[in-house]
C-alpha cells in the first residue's frame, strides 16, 4: 500500500491504510486454542475490508505486547476474540497493550493514540447484539422448520457467580429472540447457575426444543458436560417420558465457530469509535524494518533458524538445517498459511508458543512472493523485525523482570514473591533454549541478524511462557527440565 516513504526524488504518495487486530487467549500447551481466530483472521481477509489482520494472543506470539507493532498502519481496530466480558477483556488485554483502560470498556469502545497509533478496542465480539442472528443460524442448521407453533428455544450460557456480564448477554440474546415471535417459548440456561441446565423438562413444554450453546467453542462443556446434563445422546435425542410429554431435542454446535461470527466482529469495527475515517498512515518505524530486511533477503539471508534465498523475482524459506537438500525431498509450501501450520509445531509434533525457541521443524521449503514473504516471516518469527530493527536503532527499551512481575495479576500475581535466583534458574532452563537475548535480564546484544549474526535476536521482556513457569517455580510445582505449567 505505502509507495514511497523517503520524502526525497518526488511526491511522497502514500495510501491510507487500515489494520485490524484480532486477539485470542492462545495457550501454552496446546495448538488448537489460537485455531479459531485464525480462521476468522481468513474469512475477513478473504473480504479485503482491511489493509491487513493480524493475529495476538496472550499465550502465544504474537504477544498482547508485542502486536501493535506488528501492525503495518497507523490505524487499528483491536477486537477482543472472547464471547463475553470479564477478566481478560477487561484487566488483561488492554493493560499488557498498554490501552490505558481498565474496567468494563463502553459500547462504542476505547479509543487510544499509542506510539504513533490511532488504536480502537472494542467490546468483545459475543456481546455484539448480532450475535442474535449467530444463535438463530445455529438454531436453523439443526431444525430448519423450527416454528412458534411447536418449538421451544434455549439459549444455554455457562454462567458464572463471578461474572455477571457472561448471564446478561445470555438473557438479552433470549429476549430479543422472544420479542421476535420465531418460537414458542425461549429460555435462557445456565452451566454454572440458575436456572440451571437440568431443569429443562420442568420448565420447557414445547414437543420440539432446539439448544443453542452460548460457548466460544467445540469443548468439554459443549462435547461432554452440556449432552450429560441434558440426557443428550447426539444431534437429536427423544425424550418419551418428560412431564409435558414426548419431546424431542435438537442439539446446535457452539455459536463462536459459525461463520457469520466474521460479520459480527465487521459490525464491531465499523461501530468503534472513532472508525469509518480515512484510515491511517503506514507507520514509518514498521515500513522501515521490514525494508531493512527485505535488503537482506534479496541478498541472501538466515534469521534464527531459517534462511531466506532469493530465486528468480521470489525467495526460499527453509530450516538452515536443510540447507543444500534437493527440493524435492522437502514439502514445498507456497502460502504464508502454509508456513504458519507448519511452523507451529516442531518435529515431534509438540506445539511452539513461543517461535524463537530453537525448535523449529525441518523438512519443509516455502516459495513466496515478496508480499507473501512479509507475512510469513511474521508467522515464523512474530514480531522479530520490528523488535530487532528497534534494538539495532538503539529504540527498544528493555522491561526488567520487576517490571513484568509487578504488573501480573489474577493466578500471576504469584511471580512477584519469586527471588532473583528463582527468575535465573527458570531463565537457565527455558531461555538457554530460545534465539533471543535477554535485555530484560541485563545481557547485552551487539549484532543481529540484520548484520549477519542470525541468531542475534533480542528479548526486551519476559514473555508469558516464562512467567508462567516462574509462577510454577514459587508453587514449587516445578520439575527439573521441559516446561511444567498446565495453562
Ligand atoms: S523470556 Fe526467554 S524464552 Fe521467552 S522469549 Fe525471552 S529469551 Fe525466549
Request: aromatic residues 6%; negative net charge.
Amino acid at each position: 500500500m505505502f509507495r514511497d516513504n523517503s520524502g526525497r526524488g518526488g511526491a511522497v504518495q502514500s495510501v491510507r491504510m487500515r489494520s485490524l487486530v484480532l486477539i485470542g487467549h492462545g495457550s501454552h500447551l496446546n495448538g488448537e486454542s489460537a485455531v479459531a481466530v485464525y480462521r476468522y483472521a481468513e474469512l475477513i481477509r478473504q473480504r479485503g475490508l482491511f489493509d491487513e489482520v493480524i493475529e495476538g494472543y496472550w499465550k502465544e506470539e504474537p504477544s498482547l505486547r508485542q502486536v501493535l507493532k506488528t501492525t503495518a498502519s497507523t490505524d487499528v481496530t483491536v477486537i477482543p476474540m472472547f464471547i463475553s466480558e470479564g477478566y481478560f477483556t477487561e484487566t488483561v488485554i488492554p493493560r499488557e497493550m498498554g490501552l490505558g483502560h481498565q474496567g468494563p470498556v463502553p459500547p462504542e469502545g476505547v479509543a487510544r493514540v499509542i506510539g504513533g497509533r490511532t488504536v480502537r478496542y472494542t467490546l468483545p465480539y459475543g456481546v455484539h447484539p448480532s450475535m442474535t442472528d449467530v444463535i438463530l443460524a445455529r438454531a436453523r442448521e439443526v431444525l430448519p422448520d423450527a416454528n412458534p407453533e411447536d418449538t421451544a428455544l434455549i439459549v444455554l450460557g455457562h454462567g458464572t457467580t463471578r461474572n455477571e456480564n457472561s448471564n446478561r448477554i445470555v438473557y438479552q440474546n433470549a429476549d430479543r429472540i422472544r420479542e421476535s415471535g420465531q418460537f414458542a417459548e425461549v429460555q435462557a440456561l445456565f452451566l454454572d447457575e440458575d436456572p440451571k441446565v437440568g431443569t429443562w423438562p420442568e420448565t420447557v413444554r414445547s414437543p420440539r426444543v432446539v439448544v443453542v450453546p452460548f460457548f466460544a467453542s467445540e469443548g468439554w462443556h459443549t462435547l461432554e458436560t452440556i449432552p450429560e446434563d441434558m440426557g443428550l445422546t447426539g444431534t437429536v435425542t427423544d425424550f418419551t417420558e418428560n412431564p409435558h410429554g414426548h419431546q424431542q431435542v435438537f442439539y446446535a454446535r457452539p455459536v463462536g465457530t459459525h461463520a457469520a461470527v466474521a460479520d459480527v466482529i465487521l459490525h464491531l469495527a465499523e461501530e468503534a469509535s472513532g472508525a469509518g475515517g480515512p484510515g491511517g498512515d503506514t507507520e514509518r518505524g514498521h515500513e522501515a524494518a521490514w525494508q531493512a530486511f527485505l535488503k537482506g533477503a534479496r541478498a541472501g539471508l538466515r534469521v534464527g533458524e531459517v534462511l531466506v534465498t532469493p530465486e528468480l523475482g521470489v525467495f526460499e524459506l527453509r530450516n538452515a538445517l536443510d540447507e543444500g537438500r534437493p527440493g524435492a525431498d522437502l514439502t514445498t509450501l507456497v502460502t504464508p498459511e502454509g508456513v504458519r501450520d507448519q511452523v507451529r509445531f516442531t518435529d515431534g509434533g509438540e506445539h511452539r508458543p513461543v517461535h524463537t525457541l530453537r525448535n523449529l521443524p525441518r523438512g519443509w521449503r516455502a516459495v513466496l512472493s515478496e508480499a507473501d514473504l512479509r507475512r510469513a516471516m511474521h508467522y515464523v518469527y512474530p514480531a522479530v523485525i520490528e523488535e530487532t530493527y528497534a534494538h539495532d536503532c538503539h529504540a527498544l527499551r528493555p522491561t526488567p523482570w520487576a517490571t513484568t512481575a509487578r504488573r501480573q495479576t489474577g493466578i500471576y500475581a504469584k511471580v512477584q514473591k519469586a527471588t532473583p535466583a528463582q527468575v535465573e534458574h527458570v531463565a537457565q532452563d527455558v531461555c538457554t533454549g530460545c534465539l533471543r537475548t535477554r535485555l530484560w535480564a541485563g545481557h547485552k546484544l551487539t549484532q543481529s541478524f540484520l548484520n549477519g549474526v542470525p541468531g542475534g535476536i533480542p528479548c526486551a521482556e519476559a514473555c508469558t511462557f516464562v512467567v508462567a513457569e516462574v509462577r510454577e517455580e514459587v508453587s514449587g510445582k516445578r520439575g527439573g527440565g521441559g516446561h511444567s505449567h498446565s495453562h
